[in-house]
């Protein structure tokens, strides 16, 4: 019906019609004069539209034979070599779409089937152009709108057509492809008319009377009206009127476009939206060369394994059939087969068919996005911005909510002109085969839904992203050490993340273990080493190799019958570890204890029989691919590596390639995954970044350490000043850095397992908001934008003891004191709301216990204070030798004490109804307390010094007064503290 219809609206359409009372008009001689004209002498010359490359219009043509009027939209553009025609009959709505590059024409009906045919031989062809030497020839728009197919026109003179006034010509026109002759009136509006497109003469109406020899020699006369409106002479705006209709097939579609290949190993994050429901989002990280997949994704309801909705990972392991689902927020673990509804495994069809056994595989990178060779190249379109090819095909096998069903499938790959920037990995060089986006229909249901897809990234992921580590206690673990020796200087440390992973697949190999048992992996390097460090896993439960079936038995396969077996994963390792033949599933009878073991596979519900005493495992994979060996075996066969000298790294550099071999290993490393969180008193000083490091500030590198004891060891370094350390929890590293990240922050990189920590110079003060207490400071320091910077300057300002400073945000001034906030006047306390006064934490450096006290020993007895101001009269004693002190909160009073229960010699506490002791375990930089304080003071004296990166810039800023707002706001905080410009003092970079 549509290819009728076609003709009918756009290539006048030849059917028995009313006809007109002049029969000279259906029987006109081409080439002739019409009968009863005669020629004016200076006729106007016929509109040539010419410079016209595109146009629309609007047709309403009227069928008088079958009272039918239909309504007609024209689209053509010749630069584009496209052209589309949408006609309304009836309430419905056809289309036929152009493609003059691929030389095919689309017939779209109202129910959405599409089919697809040759532009050359197709009669429709006539309305926008004719077959010239068999090679197809696009007309120009006056051709197109077959407003002067052939020559002999003549002009009528003038007529009002639709209220317009127009110039009319009428020609007699033969079509051997329609088998008709016909006479065309022809209107076009006259030059001195407005229209709406600004073209001085516009076609107004068509009016043919014709006959048609119809098959058998029949002739039918008709009779058509066409009138024109809304003409254009330029391309629509909107360009998807020259596409097919999304979600849309068209059979004997051209493949004009090679089908995207996607790469072994790739990561990306989708958006799951369907038309009427729930978005979710899911990261997927795939990697077919070590077959491995991890899915992160929320559980719709709790349902096994996840018994709540929290975000979850799944590690799918195709070398062994297992997978790993962590519950993220819990981080707890459950170790279960791979399930075949699992968006990345399928049937192995062959097997399936042919044994009637359930075996699955991993999907391939084509089968994970169900792409295949049945795709059609349907154009391009844009999704989400990007211009995209379009690949579209209908499938049988579309899996929803665990069933197969129909489904029309659209998928989006970028353009070739467009380029995609991830932020994940290297940049991708070239855009070709880059999804972004699929849709699919299932019209039966009805559902829709959309997987738009985000930082596509064609790389093998790092395989840090698969760790399993929390899947395994303690005693499935073993941390160990490899150590290279050799020069790795500054060059070599460039190549770090190359010694890693081929660290990580050495290891793997050598040990005979997937890669995936080879978690928290590191390499560090300093002057002289080179270090590997890892933790090696114990393989997983040979059970969950095997899906369960309860209450299932395969009658008479049983290849072997075991007894005495006490539990299923005895019967599970008998399977495993069968030399006579593949074991492929087994049966296991508890109250009998009975072991069957088969070697076929079973699909549920086909070869199968009900019990109520066995249940049956059947492998989830084809066969047992991979064997792996148990943790103990690992770890010899890895040492036995080393000890033969074949853990080997060869890396390439510009003009030379260098092997470096491993010399030690030791498993002597410690797992600290059972410590605390950083509560402990030092790391107060730090703030936290996890999963985080700074790469290449290496300064020093420390193992076997918890995390206060790194802490502790940054704190206390003399040979440099350590301003940040990383940690990693499961090998007890320590790396300590000069770097404080905070002022480089773009070194800062990341990396799963590690964290970083940057001295909180904050964290050893008390904020007064809104207030400022040096008004008589001398010392200023300016364009210090941090309060932790303005912290620092006090900590290790060396004129005096800093106790105190003002950080002013607006003017980016910070002022240091030697007063505590608890030592001024309350006058000298000043509101200013650009302003926060920041004064020592004494009480930090104590731990109490409640309701205790101890004898008196040399002691101070001071009274009427607060407990803060108790603790700094405490640390502000003579030579640090106040060791404790005991506070009545009752009687604010305070005791201070040379004595403390951590010294030797001194007497245990006693109780004490009013009372609490507090004992100093810390000096003011973090260093712990010491019974000879004054061996502490005298190391300090010539160890401790300000960093000259810590002022920089503080000169130059003062000496070039270019900072007008700056100083105004000088100007105005002295004003207002009574303050002269002459005591302010600069101290000079040391």
């Known amino acids: 019906m549509l290819y009728a219809l076609g003709r009918l609206a756009l290539v006048i359409f030849l059917a028995t019609c009313v006809t007109s009372d002049d029969p000279a008009l259906y029987t006109c001689q081409p080439g002739t004069t019409p009968q009863g004209v005669t020629p004016a002498p200076n006729p106007p010359p016929m509109p040539t539209l010419s410079g016209v490359t595109a146009f629309s219009t609007k047709i309403e043509a009227i069928i008088g034979e079958t009272t039918t009027t239909v309504s007609a939209e024209e689209y053509y553009d010749s630069a584009n070599k496209k052209a589309a025609i949408f006609v309304l009959i009836s309430g419905e709505q056809f289309k036929i779409i152009y493609d003059y590059d691929t030389n095919e024409i689309f017939y779209v009906n109202p129910d959405q089937t599409c089919y697809t045919k040759n532009l050359t031989t197709d009669s429709n062809n006539v309305f926008f152009g004719t077959t010239v030497s068999n090679k197809f020839h696009v007309f120009n728009t006056l051709d197109a709108l077959q407003f002067a197919v052939n020559k002999g026109q003549t002009y ?7 209220g317009i006034l127009c110039d009319y010509w009428r020609s007699c026109i033969n079509w051997p492809e329609l088998n008709s002759t016909f006479t065309m009136d022809y209107y076009f509006s006259v030059s001195n008319w407005v229209t709406p497109s600004g073209i001085s003469q516009v076609p107004v109406r068509a009016e043919v009377f014709g006959y048609r020899t119809m098959a058998g020699g029949a002739k039918h006369k008709f009779h058509h009206i066409y009138d024109y ?92 059939g297992v997978a790993y689902a962590i519950d993220r927020i819990m981080a707890n673990c459950s170790i279960i087969p791979i399930m075949n509804a699992s968006f990345d495994t399928s049937i192995n069809v062959s097997v399936a068919a042919n044994k009637q056994q359930f075996v699955i595989k991993m999907k391939s990178p084509q089968d994970l996005f169900y792409i295949d060779n049945n795709y059609t190249y349907a154009g391009q379109r844009y ?149 590997f460090v890892a933790t090696l896993l114990d393989r997983a439960p040979i059970l969950q190799r095997f899906q369960k079936l309860p209450g299932k038995v395969v009658q008479f396969n049983n290849d072997a019958v075991i007894r005495n077996i006490k539990t299923a994963d005895m019967c599970a390792y008998l399977c495993n570890g069968n030399v006579n033949f593949t074991c492929n599933s087994f049966e296991y009878c508890p109250s009998s204890k009975v072991c069957t073991l088969s070697k076929i596979h079973t699909d549920d519900g086909n070869v199968v029989s009900s019990t109520q005493q066995c249940d049956l495992y059947d492998r989830s994979l084809g066969s047992n691919s991979f064997v792996e060996v148990p943790l103990t075996d690992a770890w010899q066969n890895l040492r036995n590596g080393v000890i033969k000298q074949l853990f080997q790294i060869s890396i390439k550099y510009d003009k030379n390639t260098q092997t470096y071999t491993a010399q030690d290993i030791v498993n002597d490393v410690v797992d600290s995954g059972d410590l605390p969180p950083a509560s402990v008193k030092t790391l107060q000083s730090f703030k936290s970044m996890p999963n985080k490091y700074v790469p290449n500030f290496d300064d020093n590198i420390l193992t076997g350490l918890s995390i206060d004891d790194c802490a502790s060891a940054c704190v206390t370094q003399t040979s440099f000043v350590c301003q940040s350390f990383e940690y990693q929890l ?79 945000f607006d003017i980016g001034t910070c002022f240091l004191g030697k007063t505590h906030v608890f030592d001024v006047p309350k006058a000298d306390v000043i509101s200013n709301p650009m302003c926060n006064h920041y004064s020592r934490n004494y009480i930090d450096d104590f731990t109490m216990t409640a309701s205790r006290t101890i004898q008196l020993v040399n002691d101070r007895i001071v009274s009427g204070v607060t407990l803060a101001q108790c603790a700094k009269n405490c640390v502000d004693m003579e030579a640090g030798s106040c060791a404790s002190f005991s506070y009545c909160d009752g009687q604010s009073l305070c005791r201070l004490s040379t004595a403390s229960m951590k010294n030797v010699g001194q007497v245990s506490a006693t109780p004490s109804a009013t009372c609490n002791l507090y004992t100093r375990q810390y000096f003011p930089d973090g260093t712990g307390y010491v019974a000879n304080p004054q061996q502490y003071f005298m190391n300090t004296q010539t160890t401790k010094k300000i960093p000259t990166s810590s002022v920089a810039g503080i000169a130059v800023a003062m000496l070039i007064v270019g900072v007008l707002l700056t100083a105004i706001g000088i100007f105005v905080y002295l004003r207002k503290t009574n303050k002269r410009i002459q005591d302010i003092r600069l101290p000079s970079r040391n």
């Open 730 to 808: 499961i090998q007890g590293t320590c790396v300590l850095s000069h770097l404080h990240p905070d002022e480089h922050p773009g070194a800062i990189k990341g990396i799963s397992g590690t964290d970083l920590y940057i001295r909180d110079y904050t964290s050893k003060f008390t904020k007064l908001p809104g207030q400022t207490v040096l008004s008589s400071s001398s010392v200023i320091y300016q364009q210090v934008f941090d309060t932790n910077q303005c912290a620092k300057l006090c900590d290790n300002y060396q004129a005096y003891n800093c106790k105190s400073f003002d950080f002013c």
């Open 156 to 162: 009528m003179g003038t007529k009002v057509t639709r």
């Open 383 to 531: 999704a989400r911005g990007e211009q995209c090819d379009v690949f579209i095909r209908q499938r049988s096998d579309f899996m929803l909510g665990g069933h197969a069903i129909n489904a029309t499938l659209e998928f989006y790959f970028l353009s070739s002109n467009q380029m995609q920037i991830n932020n994940d990995g290297n940049t991708v060089s070239q855009a070709a085969d880059i999804p972004v986006q699929l849709n699919v229909n299932v019209p039966s249901i009805p559902y829709t839904v959309t997987y738009s897809i985000y930082n596509y990234d064609p790389e093998e992921p790092a395989i840090t992203s698969y760790d399993i580590s929390n899947c395994y206690s303690i005693e499935n673990k073993m941390g160990f050490k490899i150590t290279f020796y050799g020069s790795f200087d500054s060059k070599v440390m460039a190549y770090k993340d190359i010694f890693l992973y081929q660290s990580i697949s050495l290891a793997a190999s050598i040990s005979g273990v997937t890669p995936l048992r080879i978690t928290k992996p590191s390499f560090y390097m300093d002057s002289g080493n080179g270090y």
């Open 229 to 320: 409106s809304e003409f254009q002479a330029q391309p629509p705006l909107d360009q998807t009127v020259f596409e097919t209709p999304s979600m849309v097939v068209c059979t004997n579609r051209k493949q004009v476009r090679s089908l995207p290949q996607l790469t072994k190993a790739f990561l990306y994050r989708e958006e799951i939206v369907p038309k009427s429901g729930t978005s979710t989002t899911a990261d997927v990280w795939y990697d077919n060369n070590l077959r491995l997949v991890r899915y992160d994704f929320r559980p719709p309801s709790p349902q096994p394994p996840y018994y709540n909705t929290d975000a979850v990972t799944e590690i799918h392991d195709f070398n062994t």
